[in-house]
């Protein structure tokens, strides 16, 4: 569970109200399927003949109505003994369909086998079937093969047994292992709740937003930071021509982490009947920096591209730095414009007495709310009635809450699908200074603290003593050893993942974690849990991934409520390595039919380009390594942004490491490695260097699969793992690591024998990149290299599980 700070204590207790947790150590590779390779369900009204599954499993109503046909279709051409000897046993084989557990009674978990005639039986339960019913057989199945065993007992139950018997039936209806908190979401021994992905288009520039129309097409639109939006219709087609390219007028610059350029939209909930769109972007103006909110109309000839020459400027605000620029634009329930804008930038807010966030009548470091209705004629926006500060003659009348530092990624609570508990609650993330992130749930008229507060802590110890201060606390914060840079995201009301109802998932920019908060409605109280990809067979289910880029951008909800995130594998505005992603719960899913919309068609002008999946991630154990020329970077120049450290100067100092995308052509930046203890290259490095001149490394230039250990004390035979790949030195995820895998390290350092397989960061964090994950080794292999493991660079993990050895020339050693 993430190390975190609540605003009313710790959550483990609040596991069981919300979400069971499955411990693996008690399962037996419990992986529940169905036979069209979906997670089970909770049938809606039950099941009348198939009653042994009627909570959950595999069949509906519907199904149950078909096998029962089937049962007895078959059974009437029973004479009374047989049916009053058989029945059971026919019932039980038909009703196998239904198991949670289908898939594997039926030897189906990979949808390219073929599927089982005949479910897998225990074996006395085989035995008993065909001793009393063996000339039933030729009703249930029509294959010829298992039909010429059916005069041979043990040839016949041979055939029906499985590979893992303690799937086999009936004891998969008792193994305890199996049917514990069935259909909740699985997690590890840590809390770690495993759900899965669904790519959703790929190519991108910095997807910076992904929001919906509202207007029954079921469209997606989705933001580059570059000043191009575009439409995807419900299919995943993307049109060719952009829904929007304001480019020219969008500030923003190549260089990594550049936060300028364009950073928010948000249709208007009327936009059937407006055509309007309100979009949040960096620009230029003589020298000064500048945000700009913007209103745009739907083009009078295609609906699926704005009329750029519609533009009405809403609301500009001066930047006095190039950092902090905020950028969320959302609409509220009440029908108004919010707008959630930066502190200004630099570190610390400078400027003035007490700081823009806490300077009522500045507009930034604010949540800001404006009237946009009906401004077709006069004012292009008004101030709502009942904003908080209207009276104030010292406060600019749009504010709506203040002390915020820089909300990334706010949403809206569309409220629970049965009670609308929580509807219109507004969300957001806080990126923080240099210790804590925090997520709050806006409302009027409050003071979020900045900068007198960071998180739970004090940040500005004068300010935060302050009694006037009344400011309102975060409901969660967690510190930088998690994070450095949070993004916000959404409750999930959507329908196809009834488990993840009510949670509140969101993630961090700087570590890629994915967290999770779940709400007491008891007591208030929020408890968090941490997101990991599902392991093993977890994520087999045909279109799922467990693996994604780690620059977590943007969350996103489409039409239907369903929840994305958008990453990257490169954070520039160049790089067109951003993805979306869909979250999905692999543990159970919806019933069939009960989350079914029909789109409302959509005139297309434009050429369509069909989504194409990124192939998944292959493991290749002897992949060439790609030769990456080296070649420094520049950056224009940048405003001084202070001297606190931020998470945008742990950016630059990764990326300036970091091995960019090979098959973009990017060129690398040259990384400097520190003095280490023990440093070993591979055996062909070695070979290489005995060969003569001719091919010579430079001296001192390890070779690609090299590898030293790191440790404090300056021991030479213990420390973190960190191997040298294409000029750059990075450490390796402890994700699967093992006792074969550091054989390795100590072998290639000269070691006969690994005394300890350390992991959890046991040696310290590493600073540069992790540049291997999920290595799997057999003991043998030359290089880490060599052995099975993820593409260089395509972790899922922090420095906190950096991987360690600890090495001897003995099978044990004292530490």
Same mark, same amino acid.
């Given at each position: 569970m993430v190390c975190g700070n609540h605003r009313h204590g710790s959550g483990w207790q609040f596991l069981a109200l919300l979400i069971p947790i499955i411990f693996p150590a008690l399962?037996?590779?419990?992986?529940? @399927? *169905?036979?069209?390779?979906?997670?089970?369900?909770?049938?809606?009204?039950?099941?009348?003949?198939?009653?042994?599954?009627?909570?959950?499993?595999?069949?509906?109503?519907?199904?149950?109505?078909?096998?029962?046909?089937?049962?007895?279709?078959?059974?009437?051409?029973?004479?009374?003994?047989?049916?009053?000897?058989?029945?059971?046993?026919? @019932?039980?084989?038909?009703?196998?369909? *239904?198991?949670?557990?289908?898939?594997?009674?039926?030897?189906?978990?990979?949808?390219?086998?073929?599927?089982?005639?005949?479910?897998?039986? *225990?074996?006395?339960? *085989?035995?008993?079937?065909?001793?009393?019913?063996?000339?039933?057989?030729?009703?249930?199945?029509?294959?010829?093969?298992?039909?010429?065993l059916v005069s041979n007992r043990n040839k016949f139950c041979?055939?029906?047994?499985?590979?893992?018997?303690d799937y086999c039936f009936p004891r998969v209806l008792s193994n305890s292992?199996?049917?514990?908190?069935?259909?909740?979401?699985?997690?590890?021994?840590?809390?770690?709740?495993?759900?899965?992905?669904k790519e959703i288009a790929n190519g991108l520039r910095n997807p910076v937003a992904m929001v919906h129309a509202n207007d029954g097409t079921h469209r997606f639109f989705i933001a580059e930071q570059i000043g191009i939006v575009w439409a995807y219709l419900h299919n995943k087609a993307r049109l060719e021509k952009p829904f929007l390219n304001i480019t020219r007028a969008v500030l923003t610059s190549p260089w990594e982490g550049d936060e300028r350029g364009?950073?928010?939209?948000?249709?208007?909930?009327?936009?059937?009947?407006?055509?309007?769109?309100?979009?949040?972007?960096?620009?230029?103006?003589?020298?000064?920096?500048?945000?700009?909110?913007?209103?745009?109309?739907?083009?009078?000839?295609?609906?699926n591209m704005l009329d750029h020459g519609s533009e009405r400027i809403i609301l500009e605000v001066d930047e006095p730095a190039s950092n902090h620029n905020g950028g969320q634009l959302l609409f509220g329930n009440d029908g108004y414009l919010y707008i959630f804008t930066g502190d200004g930038g630099m570190a610390g807010d400078p400027f003035g007495k007490y700081g823009n966030a806490q300077n009522k009548s500045a507009l930034l470091g604010k949540v800001l709310r404006i009237d946009v209705n009906n401004n077709n004629r006069g004012p292009l926006y008004k101030i709502p009635p009942d904003n908080p500060f209207i009276l104030d003659s010292d406060a600019r009348p749009e504010v709506y809450a203040y002390g915020v530092r820089n909300m990334w990624r706010c949403s809206v609570d569309r409220g629970d699908p049965q009670t609308k508990d929580g509807k219109g609650r507004i969300f957001c993330g806080d990126v923080g200074q240099n210790k804590f992130e925090e997520v709050d749930i806006i409302e009027k008229g409050k003071n979020y603290g900045w900068k007198a507060r960071e998180g739970f802590s004090c940040y500005d110890k004068k300010l935060c003593a302050n009694s006037s201060l009344n400011d309102v606390l975060p409901i969660f914060a967690y510190p930088h050893s998690v994070g450095k840079s949070i993004t916000g995201g959404y409750i999930y009301r959507g329908c196809e993942s009834p488990?993840?109802?009510?949670?509140?998932?969101?993630?961090?920019?700087?570590?890629?974690?994915?967290?999770?908060?779940?709400?007491?409605?008891?007591?208030?109280?929020?408890?968090?849990?941490?997101?990991?990809?599902?392991?093993?067979?977890?994520?087999?289910?045909?279109?799922?991934?467990?693996?994604?880029?780690?620059?977590?951008?943007?969350?996103?909800?489409?039409?239907?409520g369903e929840l994305y995130f958008l990453s990257t594998r490169i954070p520039t505005a160049t790089s067109k390595t951003g993805m979306v992603y869909k979250i999905v719960d692999p543990s159970r899913r919806a019933p069939p039919r009960t989350c079914l919309y029909n789109p409302l068609s959509v005139k297309v002008k434009s050429r369509l380009i069909n989504f194409v999946p990124k192939p998944k991630l292959i493991e290749r154990p002897r992949k060439k390594l790609p030769k990456i020329r080296s070649k420094a970077r520049q950056r224009p120049n940048q405003r001084q942004e202070g001297n606190t450290p931020d998470w945008f100067q742990e950016l630059l100092k990764t990326l300036e490491m970091l091995q960019t995308e090979w098959d973009a052509g990017v060129d690398q930046t040259a990384a400097t490695s520190a003095p280490t203890p023990a440093i070993a290259q591979t055996n062909t490095a070695r070979n290489?260097?005995?060969?003569?001149?001719?091919?010579?490394?430079?001296?001192?230039?390890?070779?690609?699969?090299?590898?030293?250990?790191?440790?404090?004390?300056?021991?030479?035979?213990?420390?973190?793992?960190?191997i040298y790949i294409n000029g750059v030195w990075g450490t390796v995820c402890d994700d699967l690591w093992n006792s074969q895998s550091a054989a390795v390290v100590c072998r290639q350092l000269g070691f006969p024998f690994a005394i300890k397989a350390n992991r959890r960061a046991e040696f310290g964090q590493g600073t540069g990149p992790i540049l291997l994950d999920d290595v799997e080794c057999e003991g043998n292999e030359r290089s880490l290299l060599h052995c099975h493991h993820s593409e260089i660079g395509e972790t899922n993990c922090s420095h906190q599980e950096d991987a360690g050895v600890m090495c001897g020339n003995a099978e044990s050693s004292s530490g």
């Amino acid at each position: 569970m993430v190390c975190g700070n609540h605003r009313h204590g710790s959550g483990w207790q609040f596991l069981a109200l919300l979400i069971p947790i499955i411990f693996p150590a008690l399962l037996v590779k419990s992986h529940p @399927q *169905c036979l069209d390779f979906k997670p089970p369900f909770r049938p809606v009204n039950g099941l009348s003949f198939c009653t042994m599954y009627s909570q959950f499993g595999c069949c509906d109503s519907t199904k149950d109505r078909e096998i029962m046909n089937r049962f007895y279709r078959i059974v009437d051409n029973f004479d009374y003994s047989l049916y009053a000897t058989c029945a059971a046993y026919i @019932q039980d084989i038909l009703c196998g369909e *239904c198991s949670p557990y289908a898939a594997h009674l039926y030897d189906a978990e990979d949808p390219t086998t073929p599927v089982r005639q005949l479910l897998g039986l *225990c074996g006395e339960y *085989c035995i008993d079937f065909w001793n009393k019913c063996k000339t039933t057989v030729h009703s249930l199945v029509e294959d010829r093969k298992l039909l010429d065993l059916v005069s041979n007992r043990n040839k016949f139950c041979e055939v029906l047994q499985l590979q893992d018997p303690d799937y086999c039936f009936p004891r998969v209806l008792s193994n305890s292992n199996l049917t514990r908190n069935l259909g909740s979401v699985a997690a590890g021994s840590d809390g770690c709740l495993q759900l899965c992905l669904k790519e959703i288009a790929n190519g991108l520039r910095n997807p910076v937003a992904m929001v919906h129309a509202n207007d029954g097409t079921h469209r997606f639109f989705i933001a580059e930071q570059i000043g191009i939006v575009w439409a995807y219709l419900h299919n995943k087609a993307r049109l060719e021509k952009p829904f929007l390219n304001i480019t020219r007028a969008v500030l923003t610059s190549p260089w990594e982490g550049d936060e300028r350029g364009f950073l928010g939209l948000v249709f208007h909930p009327k936009f059937k009947y407006t055509g309007k769109v309100y979009v949040y972007y960096s620009v230029e103006m003589n020298s000064d920096e500048k945000i700009r909110i913007s209103e745009f109309r739907i083009s009078s000839n295609d609906m699926n591209m704005l009329d750029h020459g519609s533009e009405r400027i809403i609301l500009e605000v001066d930047e006095p730095a190039s950092n902090h620029n905020g950028g969320q634009l959302l609409f509220g329930n009440d029908g108004y414009l919010y707008i959630f804008t930066g502190d200004g930038g630099m570190a610390g807010d400078p400027f003035g007495k007490y700081g823009n966030a806490q300077n009522k009548s500045a507009l930034l470091g604010k949540v800001l709310r404006i009237d946009v209705n009906n401004n077709n004629r006069g004012p292009l926006y008004k101030i709502p009635p009942d904003n908080p500060f209207i009276l104030d003659s010292d406060a600019r009348p749009e504010v709506y809450a203040y002390g915020v530092r820089n909300m990334w990624r706010c949403s809206v609570d569309r409220g629970d699908p049965q009670t609308k508990d929580g509807k219109g609650r507004i969300f957001c993330g806080d990126v923080g200074q240099n210790k804590f992130e925090e997520v709050d749930i806006i409302e009027k008229g409050k003071n979020y603290g900045w900068k007198a507060r960071e998180g739970f802590s004090c940040y500005d110890k004068k300010l935060c003593a302050n009694s006037s201060l009344n400011d309102v606390l975060p409901i969660f914060a967690y510190p930088h050893s998690v994070g450095k840079s949070i993004t916000g995201g959404y409750i999930y009301r959507g329908c196809e993942s009834p488990n993840l109802n009510g949670l509140y998932i969101f993630g961090d920019f700087m570590s890629g974690r994915l967290l999770a908060l779940a709400e007491d409605s008891r007591t208030g109280r929020w408890h968090d849990y941490k997101i990991c990809m599902g392991k093993g067979q977890t994520c087999l289910f045909p279109g799922l991934l467990n693996k994604y880029y780690r620059y977590i951008i943007s969350f996103a909800e489409d039409e239907a409520g369903e929840l994305y995130f958008l990453s990257t594998r490169i954070p520039t505005a160049t790089s067109k390595t951003g993805m979306v992603y869909k979250i999905v719960d692999p543990s159970r899913r919806a019933p069939p039919r009960t989350c079914l919309y029909n789109p409302l068609s959509v005139k297309v002008k434009s050429r369509l380009i069909n989504f194409v999946p990124k192939p998944k991630l292959i493991e290749r154990p002897r992949k060439k390594l790609p030769k990456i020329r080296s070649k420094a970077r520049q950056r224009p120049n940048q405003r001084q942004e202070g001297n606190t450290p931020d998470w945008f100067q742990e950016l630059l100092k990764t990326l300036e490491m970091l091995q960019t995308e090979w098959d973009a052509g990017v060129d690398q930046t040259a990384a400097t490695s520190a003095p280490t203890p023990a440093i070993a290259q591979t055996n062909t490095a070695r070979n290489q260097s005995s060969q003569g001149t001719a091919h010579r490394r430079p001296q001192n230039t390890p070779s690609n699969g090299a590898v030293r250990l790191v440790d404090e004390h300056g021991r030479t035979d213990r420390g973190r793992v960190e191997i040298y790949i294409n000029g750059v030195w990075g450490t390796v995820c402890d994700d699967l690591w093992n006792s074969q895998s550091a054989a390795v390290v100590c072998r290639q350092l000269g070691f006969p024998f690994a005394i300890k397989a350390n992991r959890r960061a046991e040696f310290g964090q590493g600073t540069g990149p992790i540049l291997l994950d999920d290595v799997e080794c057999e003991g043998n292999e030359r290089s880490l290299l060599h052995c099975h493991h993820s593409e260089i660079g395509e972790t899922n993990c922090s420095h906190q599980e950096d991987a360690g050895v600890m090495c001897g020339n003995a099978e044990s050693s004292s530490g």
